[in-house]
């Protein structure tokens, strides 16, 4: 079975950035798209997700340009008091759907679950088996630097029999008690993993955490929809930047300013994925003693996990917890714009959803390619101090390059997922200003500097 579908633009992928790009795209364009997934719905990884998951930012900052996630509240009770609301994985599901509702009401998006692209304008349906033939269409790829995630990636390490080896997602529907949990990971999944169990009630000395890697994670607090709050942590990362002389020198001083922070300050880290992290939960990741820090696993056995340099005991009846999956992905930057597909990647400084939707309106109100990609060249995701140091150094120039286009800085000014944004007729402040001025001294040499750095 084939047919012809007629539409302007195909987007591969129905994930947080394929949605952003496409919400953008159809708002300031009279266009026709269709968004395929191989899953059966829209929301990308979030379908998989472990169920215990929020995201680590703000909500705010997260979806599509034309909707809020979210009501834009403060949190009135818990450790998080004061700080903006978080989404959980229902709720950012459910968000999605609704997106999608709209979109396809809308007549100008049609959706295609449970299906694949097969290159040359052709997706064909997992369950079907029908070919679909879309002649002309501009290819969007969505799926360049989608994570993998512990739900559908097995553990990078060999597992014998009778050893007890679960994702993530699994521990939430345990019905029997270890005497011993081994969390392996070093990124947001593995931390969500420990203060799950730890609110659960598990002593932390029955928890053991094999942890190849020491994290940097950012202060929640200073990742905030609030300008003078966002911008002045803007204005003290450059400032610290330009009289940094190592990148060790750099996120030690972003630790004593507050911005920057690791669980354990007798250990450097060499990770630098820098989710965001509250003081709350950096205080509970602290009671866990028994950390591993021996590379990564080769092997696990019944009582007994392998390195590459020997072995370790563990309980026989121990858990081990798959927390290990790649997450983020680094493949090498491209143009976003070429002739046989746009391919979203970053723009600013991480925030992916709004990079995406800064691609789609810039490709509804923009022609020629060559001018597109010049203003949205792309940024990586970080991985290393290093890395880290360059996203910020190419996503800041990137800000700078759309936001120097008067159409670009008004509709970004209104876009809840620009963590830069002053919105019109916000009240001035003292604090702001102060955050303003501080980053007009200090851009310029602050990003020389990480650059020199790196």
Not at 42 to 56: D, K, N
Not at 130 to 136: A, D, H, K, Q, S
Not at 407 to 424: E, F
Request: charge should be negative; charged fraction near 20%; aromatic fraction near 8%.
């Amino acid at each position: 079975m084939s047919r012809t579908v007629d539409v302007d633009y195909l987007v591969v992928g129905a994930g947080a950035m394929g949605m952003a790009f496409t919400d953008a795209l159809t708002e300031h364009a009279d266009v026709r798209v269709a968004l395929v997934d191989r899953r059966h719905g829209v929301s990308g990884h979030w379908l998989e997700a472990y169920p215990f998951v929020r995201l680590h930012q703000a909500s705010a900052f997260y979806g599509v340009a034309s909707t809020l996630l979210g009501g834009g509240q403060l949190q009135q009770r818990g450790p998080e008091e004061g700080l903006q609301e978080r989404a959980t994985q229902a709720e950012i599901c459910a968000y999605y759907a609704r997106i999608l509702e709209r979109m396809v009401e809308s007549g100008k998006v049609e959706f295609f679950p449970n299906s694949e692209y097969a290159g040359d304008g052709t997706v064909v349906s997992h369950i079907s088996g029908e070919r679909l033939e879309l002649p002309g269409a501009r290819i969007v790829d969505a799926r360049y630097l989608a994570p993998s995630i512990p739900a559908e990636k097995p553990p990078p390490f060999g597992v014998a029999e009778g050893a007890r080896v679960l994702p993530v997602n699994e521990l939430a529907r345990l019905e029997e008690t270890p005497s011993q949990y081994v969390i392996v990971g070093s990124g947001k999944t593995a931390t969500d993993a420990c203060i799950w169990l730890l609110s659960r009630g598990v002593d932390p000395d029955a928890i053991c955490w094999v942890r190849p890697r020491d994290p940097w994670m950012i202060n929640r607090a200073l990742i905030q929809p609030d300008p003078a709050i966002f911008l002045g942590m803007a204005a003290d990362t450059m400032q610290i930047a330009e009289r940094s002389t190592s990148l060790e020198d750099l996120f030690l001083r972003l630790e004593d300013a507050g911005i920057m922070m690791r669980i354990d300050r007798t250990v450097m880290p060499t990770m630098a994925k820098a989710p965001t992290l509250a003081t709350w939960e950096l205080e509970k990741l602290r009671t866990l003693e028994n950390v591993v820090r021996r590379g990564h696993i080769r092997h696990v056995d019944r009582g007994s996990l392998t390195f590459a340099d020997g072995s370790l005991a563990i309980a026989d009846d121990a858990l081990v917890v798959h927390c290990a999956a790649d997450g983020l992905k680094y493949p090498p930057l491209l143009p976003v714009w070429r002739p046989e597909a746009i391919t979203l990647q970053p723009i600013r400084a991480g925030f992916p959803c709004f990079g995406a939707a800064v691609t789609g309106y810039v490709e509804a109100t923009r022609d020629a390619d060559a001018e597109k990609n010049r203003l949205c060249p792309p940024s990586p995701f970080p991985d290393t101090m290093g890395t880290w140091a360059m996203m910020n150094v190419l996503g800041t120039r990137a800000a700078m390059s759309f936001s120097s286009e008067p159409d670009i800085k008004a509709w970004s000014d209104g876009v809840a997922l620009n963590p830069a944004r002053v919105p019109p007729g916000y009240p001035a402040s003292a604090a702001l200003d102060d955050a303003r001025e501080r980053l007009a001294k200090h851009t310029t040499p602050g990003l020389a500097q990480l650059a020199q750095l790196t």
